[in-house]
């Protein structure tokens, strides 16, 4: 088994703005405004899609340029919750924004243990990072319950120290 990093990759036509509502950020270097945890993005918009990501830097955001969902955002809105049209609202936004944190971190680790599994010198790893790979893409799978029981600071532990690993042979 390897990781389909394709599925990695973000995909906003088919996301509900996810990333543009569930995180908080402060006004910084990375952001030219203050934005609480589950309150959209002013630039958002009906569409839910960024209405200056063409110029997202020169307005102020360029952490908004850094951001990468690993295909969290798309996976979330297609498969945990089934095709959503929409953002939901109150308890169901809140459980769509802990499943998308939940995935956004597998898929993550999905993309580090895919790049070890390119590494010819870190082939002595290679299975212990296919088998993390199943494991994995099975927990990023779950519904939104098995997502809340995922302990992923336990399973980002395991996997560090095959990345670490991997990153020493190579």
């Not at 802990?98 to 070890?116: I, M, Q, S």
């Not at 199943?134 to 120290?161: I, Q, S």
């Amino acid at each position: 088994m390897t990781a389909n990093r394709a599925g990695l990759i973000g995909d906003c036509a088919r996301c509900v703005g996810i990333c543009c509502v569930a995180p908080a950020f402060a006004a910084g270097a990375d952001f030219a405004i203050d934005k609480p945890a589950g309150r959209p993005c002013p630039n958002l918009g009906g569409d839910h899609r960024c209405t200056i990501h063409d110029r997202l830097t020169a307005s102020g955001f360029p952490g908004c340029v850094a951001y990468d969902c690993f295909g969290a955002g798309q996976h979330v809105t297609q498969v945990t919750f089934g095709g959503l049209a929409r953002r939901p609202a109150g308890d169901a936004a809140r459980e769509l924004f802990a499943a998308f944190d939940v995935v956004r971190g597998l898929h993550e680790l999905l993309w580090y243990l895919g790049e070890v599994l390119t590494l010819e010198r870190a082939a002595e790893v290679h299975d212990d990072a296919r088998a993390l790979v199943g494991e994995t893409e099975r927990l990023a799978a779950g519904d939104a319950a098995a997502l809340r029981a995922v302990d992923g600071e336990a399973h980002r532990r395991r996997v560090d120290a095959v990345l670490r690993r991997g990153s020493e042979l190579h």
